[in-house]
C-alpha cells in the first residue's frame, strides 16, 4: 500500500468511529432523522463562518456549523411544538429551508470559492491525503486526519465522562430531571457533538455517508447485543470495518470511495438483520418453526388425552381422523405423528394412535401450560 | 436524615393551576400530604393525576401555585423526593439490566461525571431483594414481565433512600404476585416513617392499601382520611355519576371508573 492509501484508510477509520459513537444515542432517543437534518444543515454554518473568516481551513467553521447544527434542532422542537405538525414533518421542513439557503448562498455569492454542493453530498475521503498539515514546513499528516482525530478524541472522551448522564436522560428523561441532571443539556450536548462530527466528516465523506454511518452501524449492534458499552464497541468496530471494506470495494470496482463505504455499511446491517444470533431474521424463523412443531404435537397429545378411555376413543384417535380433527394437511400431519412417535410419545397400534406413558406425562405437563 | 418536626406536611402544594393550550388541567388544586401516610390520588381520565405529580416534581411549570416539601420549596429538597413513573413512559428495550436500571437511583447522589462503584450497585442490588427481584439482576429489561418491570421502578425509587415516593399508578397491570409485593413495601415505607402518593386507578382497592386520599377531577374534590372522604357522594362529585355503591356490593357501572 501506498502512504496515500494508508492516509484514506486511516481517515475513514477515524470517521466511521466518532460518527458510530454519537450516532448510537441517536438511535436509542429514536432521533436517526435527526442525523440526516444536522449534517446537511450544518453546511449553512460553514457557509456563513467563511464569510466572516474568509479561510477554508478556518476552525471557526466548524463553531459556526455546530451553532447551525444546534439551531436545527431548536428549529425542529419549535415548529413541533407548536401542536400542528408532527416532528418528522418538522425535521422535513426545516432542513431543506436552511441546507437551501446554504446551497443558494454557494452558488450566487462564493461561486469562486472552493466549496461546491457536490462535494457536500458525496464527500471526496480520496483528496483527503493531499490537503497535509504542514506548520514550520514540517508534514504531520492530512489535515483531515488531525480534525477528525480530534473530534474522534472529544466524542470517546465526553462518551466517558458523561456516560452515566447519557445513559439516564436517554432511558427516562423525567427521572434525569427529578434527580438534577438536566436532561435538556444532555440533549443539547449531544446535539452538538453530532453537529461537530458531522462538519468534520462529511469534509472527508459527505452528509449522505455521515448519516449511513451514523445510524448504520448502530443499528447493526443494537441487534447484537443488550448492553450499551457493548453496543457502543460493535458499533465502532462495524462502522469501521464497513469503511476499510468500502475502500477495497471502490478500489475494486474503480467507484466512488464514500459511496462504496455506506454500501458496505448497508450490507453489513442487512448481514445482521438476518444472521444476528437472538433477533435476526433467520434465528427467529427457526425458533417460530420450532414452536409450530412443538405446539402441534402438544395438541395431539392433549387430543389423545382427552378422550383416553372414553367410548369415542376408538374413532377419535385414528391417524386420519386426527388430520381432519386439526385441519392438518396431510403431509404436516404425518409429519407431526412421526415425530411424535420417533420421540416415543405415542405408538401405533392397530390403527390407532395410543400415548405411551411419557406421552401421557408430556400431555398433562403441556395442557398444565 | 430523620425529618419528624410535628405539624409540617410532607407534601404541601397550594393553589396549582396548570393549562394545556388554554384549557385548565389542575385548576385551583391544593395537596396537603402528612408525614407517614399512604396517600392514594384517585379520579378519573383526564383528571390531572399524572400531571399533578410531575407538576410537584417540576417536571411541568405551573401557571400558579407552589409546592413545598417538609416546609421548604421543591427545588431545595430534591433528594428528599423519589419518582416512580408509569412503566409505560420508557423503553423498555433500552440495551441494559435490571440492576442497571436501580442503579440510576443512586446517581443524584454522585452528581455529574463520578460513577457508580462498589456501594452504589450493593445498595441497588439491596434493594432489587427488597422487592423480590434479585435474581433477576442481570437480565436484559425487555425480558422481564410487566409486573417485574414495576419492581425494578420501585427498586429505583428505594435506592434513593428518600422521605416522600411519588408513584403514578404502581399497580397498573401487574400481576397478583407484584400486587402484593408492592403492598407489602408501602407498608414497609409507612413502618419506617416514609410518605407515599400514588395515583390509583382501583376504587375496589383503595381503602384496603391508602390511609388518606385525594379526590381529583381538574379541582380538587375531595381529600383526607378516607374512612372521612371516600364516600359515595364525593366518588358521585368526582366521576360524575357514573359510579355507584363502592361501600355496597358491587354492580356493573362501578366498572366505567376503572377505564
Known amino acids: 500500500m501506498t502512504s496515500a492509501q494508508i492516509d484514506v484508510l486511516l481517515v475513514a477509520v477515524v470517521v466511521a468511529a466518532s460518527c458510530a459513537i454519537p450516532g448510537t444515542f441517536l438511535v436509542l432517543r429514536r432521533m436517526a432523522m435527526m442525523s440526516d437534518a444536522i449534517s446537511h444543515t450544518v453546511l449553512l454554518g460553514i457557509v456563513l463562518a467563511f464569510f466572516v473568516v474568509a479561510d477554508l481551513n478556518s476552525p471557526i467553521l466548524i463553531l459556526g456549523a455546530a451553532l447551525v447544527g444546534l439551531l436545527t434542532v431548536v428549529l425542529v422542537e419549535v415548529v413541533s411544538r407548536t401542536g400542528l405538525v408532527r416532528e418528522d414533518t418538522a425535521i422535513g421542513l426545516v432542513f431543506p429551508a436552511l441546507f437551501s439557503i446554504a446551497v443558494i448562498l454557494i452558488s450566487s455569492l462564493a461561486g469562486n470559492v472552493h466549496l461546491d454542493s457536490d462535494a457536500v453530498l458525496l464527500g471526496e475521503i480520496a483528496f483527503a491525503p493531499f490537503n497535509r498539515f504542514a506548520p514550520f514546513g514540517v508534514d504531520l499528516g492530512p489535515i483531515a486526519l488531525w480534525v477528525m482525530g480530534a473530534i474522534l478524541l472529544v466524542n470517546l472522551a465526553g462518551t466517558f465522562l458523561f456516560f452515566k448522564e447519557l445513559k439516564l436522560a436517554t432511558f427516562d428523561p423525567a427521572l434525569a430531571a427529578a434527580l438534577g441532571f438536566s436532561p435538556a443539556l444532555v440533549h443539547y450536548g449531544l446535539m452538538a457533538v453530532v453537529s461537530v462530527t458531522a462538519v468534520g466528516a462529511f469534509d472527508a465523506v459527505g452528509s449522505i455517508l455521515v448519516v449511513a454511518l451514523m445510524i448504520g452501524p448502530p443499528a447493526a449492534a443494537y441487534l447484537l447485543t443488550d448492553r450499551l458499552p457493548r453496543m457502543l464497541g460493535l458499533s465502532v468496530v462495524i462502522g469501521a470495518a464497513s469503511a476499510v471494506g468500502g475502500y477495497w470495494l471502490a478500489r475494486l470496482l474503480d467507484a466512488n470511495i464514500a459511496g462504496s463505504m455506506a454500501t458496505v455499511v448497508g450490507i453489513a446491517f442487512i448481514l445482521v438483520l438476518l444472521l444476528a444470533p437472538q433477533r435476526g431474521l433467520v434465528a427467529t424463523a427457526r425458533r417460530h418453526r420450532r414452536q409450530r412443531w412443538t405446539f402441534a404435537r402438544q395438541m395431539l397429545l392433549i387430543h389423545l388425552a382427552t378422550h383416553e378411555g372414553t367410548p369415542t376413543e376408538v374413532d377419535e384417535s385414528r391417524p386420519d381422523h386426527m388430520q381432519r380433527h386439526m385441519r392438518w394437511p396431510p403431509a404436516f400431519g404425518n409429519r407431526v405423528v412421526q415425530t411424535a412417535t420417533e420421540r416415543g410419545l405415542i405408538v401405533l397400534e392397530n390403527d390407532q394412535l395410543r400415548l405411551t406413558p411419557q406421552g401421557r406425562q408430556a400431555a398433562r405437563e403441556a395442557a398444565v401450560r | ?259
Not at chain 2, 19 to 40: E, F, T
Not at chain 2, 218 to 242: C, M, Q, S
Open chain 2, 1 to 259: 436524615m430523620r425529618l419528624r418536626t410535628s405539624n409540617v406536611l410532607a407534601v404541601q402544594a397550594t393553589d396549582l393551576t396548570l393549562a394545556y393550550q388554554q384549557r385548565p388541567v389542575l385548576w385551583d388544586v391544593d395537596l396537603d400530604v402528612p408525614q407517614g401516610v399512604l396517600m392514594a390520588i384517585v379520579g378519573p381520565n383526564g383528571a390531572g393525576k399524572t400531571t399533578l405529580l410531575r407538576t410537584v416534581l417540576g417536571l411541568l411549570r405551573p401557571a400558579a401555585g407552589e409546592v413545598r416539601v417538609f416546609g421548604r420549596p421543591y427545588a431545595e429538597q430534591r433528594r428528599l423526593v423519589a419518582y416512580v413513573p408509569q412503566r409505560g413512559s420508557v423503553d423498555w428495550d433500552f440495551p441494559t439490566t435490571a440492576l442497571d436500571i436501580v442503579t440510576m437511583g443512586t446517581y443524584s447522589g454522585l452528581g455529574w461525571v463520578r460513577r457508580p462503584g462498589a456501594s452504589e450497585r450493593s445498595r441497588a442490588t439491596a434493594a432489587l431483594a427488597q422487592v423480590g427481584m434479585q435474581a433477576y439482576a442481570d437480565r436484559q429489561i425487555s425480558q422481564l414481565s410487566g409486573g417485574q418491570q414495576q419492581r425494578v421502578f420501585l427498586a429505583r425509587a428505594l435506592v434513593q433512600d428518600a422521605q416522600v415516593y411519588l408513584m403514578d399508578e404502581p399497580f397498573q397491570g401487574v400481576d397478583a404476585t407484584t400486587e402484593r409485593a408492592i403492598v407489602n413495601l408501602l407498608r414497609a415505607l409507612r413502618a419506617d416513617g416514609k410518605t407515599v402518593v400514588a395515583v390509583h386507578h382501583d376504587l375496589q382497592t383503595v381503602a384496603e392499601y391508602f390511609d388518606q386520599v385525594t379526590l381529583l377531577n381538574v379541582r380538587r374534590i375531595a381529600a383526607g382520611p378516607v374512612g372521612k372522604v371516600f364516600t359515595d357522594e364525593n366518588l358521585r362529585l368526582t366521576y360524575g355519576g357514573r359510579v355507584a355503591g363502592i361501600g355496597g356490593p358491587t354492580n356493573g357501572t362501578e366498572h366505567e371508573a376503572h377505564l
